[in-house]
């Protein structure tokens, strides 16, 4: 009869440890689908980034954090320098992320003001797109002495026309912002995204939460 009984607990031994071993699969699976889940959507369709710099107040703060659309664009072809499922180019206008051309190892965020084939030029802190005075509502000036005055870009360039696939494009607050006026311009290859939404707001030298900023749309 003791041997019945061992062989009874050895048998529950035995079918309780495939149940054991899918419990861990199921978890594990949970995870790995999750994380591949997680990977596609930010390389395909949104990634957050925080604002480092006030070269685009008094659009974006600093300590502002965004989500960027990155499908908008097309979704960009690792490798290659083409894109699938576009729903538009950039236009004038769109504030857009992208890797600095100076170092493609930093992600800068800038306003769109000039689009392939378009004319731009500065010319006393003015700025001409195609001959006529290019209006941003959320263009600011906050002078400071950041910037060499040997630099003249910042307030004055030359008629600049802006290549195939390339964009021109500034902060809105142009005194303290290194942009196109410096550097010339951003390839399509080089863009991430267009900003849309600030979905988090830190003010690091108040201490706190900037709620009227949460939520509020990019434009």
Same mark, same amino acid.
């Not at 004038?92 to 392939?116: H, Q």
């Given at each position: 009869?003791?041997?019945?009984?061992?062989?009874?607990?050895?048998?529950?031994?035995?079918?309780?440890?495939?149940?054991? $071993?899918?419990?861990?699969?199921?978890?594990?699976?949970?995870? &790995?689908?999750? #994380? %591949?889940?997680?990977?596609?959507?930010?390389?395909?369709? #949104?990634?957050?980034?925080?604002?480092?710099? !006030?070269?685009?107040?008094?659009?974006?703060? %600093?300590?502002?954090?965004?989500?960027?659309?990155?499908?908008?664009? !097309?979704?960009?072809?690792?490798?290659?320098?083409?894109?699938?499922?576009? %729903?538009?180019?950039?236009?004038?206008?769109?504030? &857009?992320?992208?890797?600095?051309?100076?170092?493609?190892?930093?992600?800068?965020?800038?306003?769109?003001?000039?689009?392939?084939?378009?004319?731009?030029?500065?010319?006393? $802190?003015?700025?001409?797109?195609? !001959?006529?005075?290019?209006?941003?509502?959320?263009?600011?000036? $906050?002078?400071?002495?950041?910037?060499?005055?040997?630099?003249?870009?910042?307030?004055?360039?030359?008629?600049?026309? #802006?290549?195939?696939?390339?964009?021109?494009?500034?902060?809105?607050?142009?005194?303290?912002?290194?942009?196109?006026?410096?550097?010339?311009?951003?390839?399509?290859?080089?863009?991430?995204?267009?900003?849309?939404?600030?979905?988090?707001?830190?003010?690091?030298?108040?201490?706190?939460?900037?709620?009227?900023?949460? !939520?509020?749309?990019?434009?």
């Amino acid at each position: 009869m003791e041997d019945y009984k061992n062989m009874s607990s050895e048998a529950a031994n035995v079918q309780r440890e495939p149940k054991k $071993k899918h419990i861990v699969r199921e978890y594990a699976e949970s995870i &790995i689908i999750a #994380v %591949i889940l997680a990977l596609v959507i930010r390389t395909f369709v #949104v990634q957050a980034f925080k604002i480092p710099s !006030g070269s685009m107040e008094d659009t974006l703060a %600093i300590g502002d954090h965004i989500l960027v659309s990155k499908f908008i664009y !097309g979704t960009k072809i690792p490798f290659t320098t083409s894109r699938l499922l576009k %729903i538009r180019d950039p236009r004038r206008g769109d504030v &857009i992320v992208f890797e600095y051309p100076e170092d493609p190892s930093k992600d800068f965020i800038k306003r769109v003001i000039g689009t392939p084939g378009d004319t731009v030029q500065v010319i006393n $802190k003015k700025v001409y797109v195609n !001959g006529k005075v290019y209006e941003n509502p959320h263009e600011v000036h $906050k002078e400071n002495d950041i910037i060499p005055k040997e630099q003249n870009p910042r307030d004055n360039t030359d008629l600049i026309t #802006v290549p195939a696939s390339s964009y021109f494009v500034m902060g809105d607050n142009r005194d303290r912002s290194y942009d196109s006026r410096f550097w010339k311009f951003v390839r399509n290859d080089q863009i991430k995204g267009l900003a849309f939404i600030k979905y988090w707001s830190w003010d690091k030298e108040k201490f706190g939460v900037r709620w009227k900023n949460i !939520g509020k749309l990019i434009d």
